[in-house]
Nanobody, 120 residues
Framework: QVELVESGGGVVQAGGSLRLTCAAP????????IQWLRQTSGKESEEVAC????????RVADSVKGRFSISRDNNRRLAWLQMNNLNIDDTGIYSC?????????????WGKGIQVTVSS
């Protein structure tokens, strides 16, 4: 079992930035592809970004392309979602997930999520 913990959420004004961190205390995050998901009001959960196990490949959703980026440091066992130029539509609960195959495959573990609120 892998516990995932998100941090870095909060309230930010439109146009601002936040960096979310995904950590796996006591586990080897470097064995998993990492996905960031979000649940926004009135919408189904969607993948925001995903990065491969090695970090060599990543992708972001069209809705956040050019504003969000995903990265990881396997030595530090951390992954990040950098969110720039945030807008009100980005408000929601963001969570990270880990999968032992690759992006595009089913994830195995999920964090509880963290609230991101963008104010006007």
């Amino acid at each position: 079992q892998v516990e995932l913990v998100e941090s870095g959420g909060g309230v930010v004004q439109a146009g601002g930035s936040l960096r979310l961190t995904c950590a796996a205390p006591g586990a080897t995050l470097s064995h998993y592809a990492i996905q960031w998901l979000r649940q926004t009001s009135g919408k189904e959960s969607e993948e925001v970004a995903c990065i491969s196990i090695s970090g060599a490949r990543s992708r972001v959703a069209d809705s956040v392309k050019g504003r969000f980026s995903i990265s990881r440091d396997n030595n530090r066992r951390l992954a990040w979602l950098q969110m720039n130029n945030l807008n009100i539509d980005d408000t929601g609960i963001y969570s990270c997930a880990a999968g032992n195959i690759d992006c595009g495959y089913a994830m195995n573990y999920w964090g509880k999520g963290i609230q991101v609120t963008v104010s006007s």
